[in-house]
């Protein structure tokens, strides 16, 4: 973790981390242009100046549509994937190595078969590179191929010039092997006619002959047949093909191709609505309206002949904003101009929804679209422990020289001396030409030769051979498994399997990712009686019921009025029966008819009639199944009015302005007249309707509230009985935030004709005005909003994935740091926090609401400047240079801080509680996306948001775009050199997913593009758990311990051969046959190491799981480091030696045969080299922690192998072809020398490291040791169930893990009993000694005003000034005009503590004194006797006194 209390100083790579960060990507990347406004021509030929020399000029071209998540090309695969692969040092050594072998110079077996190994190193892992990549086109080409219809005929062409479309190559089948790669199959091509595919690849929808379209509509047979081509007509086409300018006809349910101008919609309004989830994760539907001057462009004809132009501005990355006009008579004296904002335009990514149709014109193609400016290129990712591997490396690249120039200055010495001495060696040479000084230079490149195992290439092989194997255990375990969708967990990235096991921060999307999208209402309070539902009724609403979808029963009943028809307005029908019935109490039912009492009754009406009319929900009959369903901008809305329905208060939708009711008490739909909506904003946190009833001899008018507790109370009539009802209302909205449920009130008055008739004008005024409309409107709104009658109050769940609040509160244990980064507003964003454990009772909340850096309301900036103040005044984080603003900026820094005590606007919803700073939970900073952007512009305010960030517990950023989510990303792993993982289920989530160290995709309803781009596909999100704890925890180990053990094993048998040169003259001689060498990274010692890297388990998997704190020493990366490695290398270097000294003079000083002659160079070399092999595969298997049936196998095969070869190698005789040891088994195996030499040598070698290991284990064992102790000696224990364990962790769940202690303080303390954790950060205790772990104290600070608010979790989900509000406010105040005739419109440091985890001294010692008193452990005391102890967990052992 990096330590809260250092600052940091912005990172200046240096020139070796340029070279290791290079991105191969951007060598074959298209360098983009900057953004230019555009011009689209509609039935209007290009101007002279988009023409040189005949043909269009570059910049009037316009991408094409084809979008490519893909890595390669045919083209760019061979050099890119080359490029990749010499990222790697050692490769670029075996390369230079095999050039040098065809030097005749420098004689070898064959220059050909030496590169061999590289070959099939580079060709291997190419093979895999590219079937990743095949598998990524064929999901390109499932989109690109998607189909939508477009103008085509009746003289129309696009004059607008288009692109070529990038070279693609996808197999026109299904590759069967799928563990590694996605889901998504190839489709094939569709009849233009019968069958159109559905979104993002879904299942074909039939569009011909059933289409019931009329004939004077777009979508009518007539025109989607196109039976004469030369009448302008709609024909399917691929979305790669689809064109700037060009006009489509999108219908109910497509996915929309591109950014698209709205011309025309099938609804009376010209609106159309669209599902936004791929774009901002939120499936709340939202409104989209034509260009007025263009409604009547509604045939293909009209659009055929009508020619005008569209100005835009400059595409840029902003989702939310994008202006232009349309422009008509450009050319002559009337020109006329429409504008164009973002209410306007279609994206590419939504979806269609409710609309039978739409048309619109093309505005931008491919890589111009918002949604692909906030995605970035697939990278080319490379896990930590090969880029740690890279200066390993090196280090042997170093010693491998310094070894080669050693032998090259001595043997051109000793040459030089023996060549004048005419040494024995010399006999038979030519003193001509013979050079000792050239010589030296060809002894340097012998030694390369020589020694060249010293960077194993067979190491590379290796880990790719492991890392797809533990791809697969990754998509065969059943854990991960989710049989709903028969989706397993896919491993996309089989080259980052390791990293997982490293993971130090979580950036997580909320929507569809921790959530389901399921909003259920629990309970309500009405009169002061809670009800909360029948529980053998309640239904949780069913897998996959979309939050935004009520749906209900109709029974066939007369509307009171004139019924017109209307798409959003139901038709009678026989009633259904309902699948879904989320509320139901029968205690409600009886007092809803007067069993209570009648003005009870009363109150029931009203609450329920409140909740069934205040709101903006769309409401739409199922034609087949007659079922109702509502279709709302918020999931809380939507259940507010599905409950009313569930109660028989059935809100039958809208006919323009009239609300349509079906209520249990009448016999016909009453009817209200819409006259106004008093919008939710945040400074509002209410949202009122103001209607009038439609009914003979009741035309009431009513206002409809509801909003946050505090504001709803305040503007209630006081009186004995109001007082009363506020009370207990109080207290109930007290029980349901203690449940974590988001409250609500709600309230109404009756308004008179004349209050209402003079507070309109009134209204109207404000809504005209164009300076500070906004505050106009608010005063006159809150005029009418007073004197309320309260009615109650609403409980709602935001319903969670299955095993979120754990899987998050297991993340942080581990020591694991989990940011939340949604597009949802301020207030749900902080109440998923606390649903999902991020926000505990006992945490401290940070807000900051955005504002520019010298502006008029207090900034981004400033408010994080507060922050460190009020909160963490010794960290010194503002005594570094690097968090203040140039000079420049310090006046309008002086300025902005004179703001600092006026009140902003504020929207932050929180709990009741004024100690904010003092209570023992942490800190979470929730920060919304405005104040985000201006975080992200300046260097300095960077650095203050990485240092206030890191300093809390978990961080939210709210409202941001997947641009931001990836910046926030880099932030973090840029900033802080750190391991992240980025987790998220839609097409917003790409470009975070492909800026993190490794990716993860959620499968689920927002289409597979998260999946698609991601590292590994996961089905839930409680599966990261399992990835991360158990495979990422093994598959680290395992990789961590298999290379330095392969480092090692070649150090081992090269030592050998260096210690020899010290006999031979430095000449580079091999000491032992060459074929020993040969095989020895192929048969000898390779099969333990890959054995490791496969089977190896550190520790079982449900004890990973049971104790997320067991993540840490991977996370602190101890399992891979120079540290370890310089170790391994120690190891081989004494080790070579012991075998080599011992062996030689063991030979040499005594005859080691039976006829007295001196024995033979390759018999004593022989011996070393089977003794190496013992000891190698010895060493690695003690080194390998569960010892299975492959493990022995693999341990023993080495040693099989060079026995039985050795011992048929020996008798090959000279007639056979030449061997240096034949007649080894003769004078070999009946030498004494040879089996003591090796019996001697093994324990001397390896006896060492298993005496360190021994003492480790006795007296300094970590954690893992003790577990792994207990699992032996008591495999039947539960040791997740274990309260001695696990149960004093679990104590403060509600507190942050503080992983700088030790976990025996936070575990156990000197007696037994439990020890109140307290926070550090800050240094700030609470002063009033009240038990700071009471949840009631729970507080909030924006930092945007400096003061707590004090409303109840209220989170009203409302879309701030929301389109389908702004709809409605625009009709309402048109239809007021007409009425009254108005006239025209510190750089942290990364250092670690090492020091052990201990989770239980008390098995420590234990382990000690067993080993030492023979005794036996004694059994603990029970737990069921143990006060606060289960009553069934077996107990885990525990030691006796000490005896010693």
């Not at 690849?201 to 025109?223: A, I, Q």
């Not at 003591?1236 to 040791?1265: E, N, Q, R, S, W």
């Not at 439990?1314 to 930092?1343: C, E, K, V």
Request: aromatic share 10%; with cysteine.
């Amino acid at each position: 973790m990096v330590a809260p209390n250092a600052i940091r100083r912005p990172r200046k790579q240096s020139v070796w981390s340029r070279m290791v960060d290079f991105k191969v990507e951007d060598i074959f990347r298209k360098k983009q242009q900057p953004p230019k406004a555009r011009t689209i021509y509609i039935n209007e030929d290009l101007p002279q100046d988009a023409f040189n020399k005949g043909k269009v000029r570059k910049d009037w071209v316009f991408p094409s549509n084809q979008v490519v998540t893909s890595k390669y090309t045919p083209i760019t695969f061979l050099p890119r994937n080359l490029f990749e692969q010499f990222r790697r040092v050692a490769n670029i050594f075996f390369f230079g190595i095999a050039v040098l072998q065809f030097f005749s110079v420098f004689g070898t077996i064959s220059p050909g078969l030496v590169i061999l190994p590289l070959l099939a190193v580079l060709l291997i892992t190419a093979l895999k590179d590219g079937y990743e990549d095949i598998k990524r086109h064929q999901s390109d080409r499932s989109i690109n191929h998607s189909r939508i219809y477009r103008l085509e005929g009746g003289g129309w062409v696009n004059p607008n010039a288009t692109g070529e479309k990038a070279k693609q190559y996808s197999l026109g089948f299904s590759i069967p092997f799928k563990f590694g790669s996605g889901t998504t199959k190839v489709q094939p091509e569709m009849d233009e006619v019968k069958i159109e595919k559905g979104p993002n690849g879904g299942p074909p929808m039939l569009v011909v002959p059933d289409h019931n379209g009329l004939d004077g509509e777009p979508d009518s047979n007539r025109y989607l047949q196109g039976s004469d081509e030369k009448e302008a007509h709609w024909k399917t086409t691929m979305w790669e093909d689809v064109r700037v300018g060009d006009v489509l006809l999108v219908r109910s349910d497509d996915a929309i191709p591109a950014d698209i101008l709205i011309c025309s919609t099938s609804e009376e309004e010209n609106v159309c609505f669209i599902e936004t989830k791929n774009l901002d994760g939120e499936t709340n539907l939202k409104s989209r309206h034509g260009i007025g001057a263009l409604s009547h462009l509604r045939t293909p004809h009209d659009l055929a002949v009508a020619p005008f132009q569209i100005h835009m501005e400059p595409a840029v990355s902003n989702m939310y904003q994008w202006n232009g006009a349309v422009i008509f008579g450009a050319n002559g004296t009337d020109e006329q101009k429409q504008p164009v904002d973002i209410l306007n335009i279609m994206l590419r990514g939504t979806v269609m929804r409710n609309t039978r149709w739409a048309v619109g014109i093309v505005l931008a193609t491919g890589e111009d679209t918002k949604i692909v400016l906030n995605s970035g290129r697939t990278p080319s990712k490379r896990s930590k422990v090969e880029r740690q591997m890279n200066p390993q490396v090196m280090l042997n690249l170093l010693l491998l020289a310094v070894m080669a120039v050693v032998c090259a200055i001595v043997d051109s010495i000793l040459e030089r001396r023996g060549h004048n001495d005419i040494a024995p060696w010399e006999f038979g040479t030519s003193s001509k030409g013979d050079n000792p000084n050239i010589n030296g230079l060809i002894t340097f490149g012998n030694a390369l030769i020589t020694f060249q195992n010293v960077i194993p290439i067979s190491l590379y092989i290796s880990i790719e051979f492991v890392r797809t194997l533990q791809a697969a255990f990754i998509y065969f375990d059943r854990e991960m498994y989710y049989e709903k969708t028969d989706q397993p967990t896919l491993a996309r990235s089989w080259n980052l399997s390791d990293d997982l096991g490293q993971i130090e921060y979580v950036f997580s999307d909320k929507t569809g990712t921790l959530t389901q999208n399921v909003m259920i209402f629990r309970q309500c309070s009405v009169g002061g009686k809670v009800y909360k539902g029948d529980e053998a009724h309640v239904d949780e609403g069913g897998e996959g019921d979309g939050q935004e979808n009520g749906t209900h029963p109709l029974t066939e009943v007369p509307t009171a009025g004139t019924e017109s028809s209307s798409s959003t307005a139901a038709s009678a029908s026989s009633p259904k029966p309902s699948p879904i019935t989320k509320f139901v109490d029968s205690t409600l039912q009886a007092d809803l008819l007067g069993g209570s009492s009648p003005e009870h009754a009363r109150s029931l009406n009203g609450f329920f009639n409140v909740l069934a009319l205040c709101h903006t929900v769309l409401a739409s009959q199922d034609p087949d199944t007659g079922m109702i369903t509502y279709k709302a901008q918020s999931p809380d809305e939507a259940a507010l009015v599905q409950a009313a329905a569930d109660v028989g208060f059935i809100f039958r939708g809208r006919d323009r302005d009239i609300l349509k009711l079906q209520t249990p008490f009448a016999d016909h739909l009453e009817e209200y007249e819409l006259l106004n909506v008093l919008d939710f904003t945040s400074a509002r946190k209410r949202m009122s309707v103001i209607v009038r009833k439609l009914e003979e001899g009741d035309s009431r008018i009513f206002l409809l509230c509801k909003g946050a507790d505090n504001v709803i109370f305040d503007r209630v009539k006081a009186g004995p009985g109001s007082d009363e009802l506020k009370a207990k209302t109080g207290e109930d909205l007290d029980t349901f935030a203690s449940e974590g449920l988001r409250t609500l009130c709600l309230a109404y008055k009756v308004v008179s004709d004349e209050e209402y008739t003079d507070w309109a004008e009134r209204y109207h005024e404000a809504t005209v005005q164009l300076e500070d409309r906004d505050d106009h409107i608010e005063r006159v709104s809150d005029e009418i909003e007073q004197n309320l009658r309260l009615l109650g109050s609403t409980a709602i769940e935001d319903k969670l994935q299955d095993g979120v609040p754990e899987t998050i509160a297991d993340l942080k244990r581990a020591g694991i740091k989990v940011w939340v980064l949604t597009g949802d507003k301020l207030e749900t964003a902080i109440a998923i926090g606390q649903t999902t454990n991020l926000i505990a009772p006992t945490t401290n909340v940070i807000i900051v609401r955005g504002g520019e850096f010298g502006g008029e309301t207090k900034s981004a900036y400033d408010q994080m400047v507060t922050a460190v103040e009020n909160f963490f005044p010794e960290s010194g984080i503002l005594d570094s240079p690097w968090v203040h603003p140039p000079e420049s900026d310090r006046a309008s820094q002086h300025r902005s801080d004179r703001l600092s005590l006026r009140r902003m606007p504020t929207g932050a919803s929180s709990l009741v509680g004024h100690d904010n700073g003092d209570r023992p939970g942490g800190f979470v900073l929730v920060i919304d996306g405005a104040a985000l952007t201006h975080a992200l512009d300046e260097e300095f305010t960077r650095e203050m948001l990485l240092q206030l960030g890191t300093r809390c517990e978990a961080v939210i950023c709210c409202r941001v775009s997947p641009k931001q989510k990836a910046q926030v990303t880099s932030l973090i792993k840029e900033g802080l050199g750190v391991m992240t993982l980025a987790i998220g289920d839609g097409a917003n989530d790409v470009s975070m997913i492909q800026a993190a160290d490794i990716g993860v995709g959620i499968s689920g309803e927002e289409g597979l593009q998260a999946a698609n781009a991601s590292d590994y596909a996961i089905a839930q999100f409680r599966f990261l758990k399992r990835l991360l704890f158990v495979h990422g925890h093994w598959s680290y180990q395992r990789n961590g311990n298999m290379i330095v053990n392969f480092f090692y094993k070649n150090i081992v048998c090269i030592g050998v051969l260096w210690w020899y040169q010290i006999y031979c003259a430095w000449s580079t001689t091999y000491v032992f046959d060459y074929t020993y060498l040969l095989f020895w990274n192929v048969f000898w010692s390779l099969a333990p190491v890959i054995a490791m890297g496969i089977f190896d388990r550190v520790i079982d998997a449900e004890v990973l799981m049971a104790l997320p704190e067991l993540y840490r020493p991977g996370r602190e990366g101890r399992y891979f480091g120079l540290k370890l490695f310089t170790y391994y290398m120690w190891e081989g270097v004494y080790q070579s030696a012991v075998i080599f000294f011992f062996i030689y003079y063991a030979y040499m000083t005594t005859t080691s045969r039976n006829d007295g002659y001196n024995g033979y160079q390759f018999e004593f070399s022989t011996t070393m080299v089977m003794a190496a092999v013992i000891i190698v595969n010895l060493f690695n298997g003690l080194n390998t922690f569960a010892w299975t049936g492959w493990v022995w196998f693999s341990v023993s095969i080495g040693i099989i192998l060079v026995w039985a070869y050795t011992a048929i190698y020996s008798l090959i005789s000279p007639g056979w072809f030449h061997t240096w040891v034949y007649g080894n088994d003769h004078y070999l195996f009946q030498s004494a020398d040879f089996w003591f030499g090796i019996m001697i040598a093994t324990p001397l070698a390896i006896g060492p490291h298993y005496v360190f290991k021994a003492i480790k284990v006795l007296y300094y064992p970590d954690d893992i040791d003790m577990l792994r102790w207990l699992r032996k000696t008591h495999p039947e224990h539960d040791i997740a169930s274990d309260t001695q364990i696990t149960g004093r962790l679990t104590r403060t769940k509600s507190a942050p893990f503080d992983d700088t202690r030790s976990m025996v303080s936070s575990a156990f303390s000197d007696d037994n009993e439990a020890t109140p954790r307290r926070s550090t950060q800050g240094g700030r205790p609470s002063m009033d000694g009240r038990d700071p772990r009471d949840p009631r104290l729970g507080s909030r600070t924006d930092m945007s005003t400096g003061m707590p608010p004090s409303s109840r979790g209220f989170d009203f989900s409302m879309e701030e000034r929301g389109i389908a509000m702004q709809r409605v406010q625009s009709r309402l105040s048109e239809r007021h005009q007409s009425r009254v005739s108005l006239p025209g419109l510190a750089e942290p440091s990364t250092k670690r503590r090492r020091g052990s985890i201990h989770l239980f001294p008390a098995l420590r010692k234990s382990i000690r004194e067993k080993r030492f008193s023979g005794v036996p452990p004694v059994p603990a005391v029970p737990p069921e006797k143990v006060p606060g102890g289960p009553s069934n967990d077996p107990a885990p052992p525990a030691p006796p006194s000490p005896t010693r």
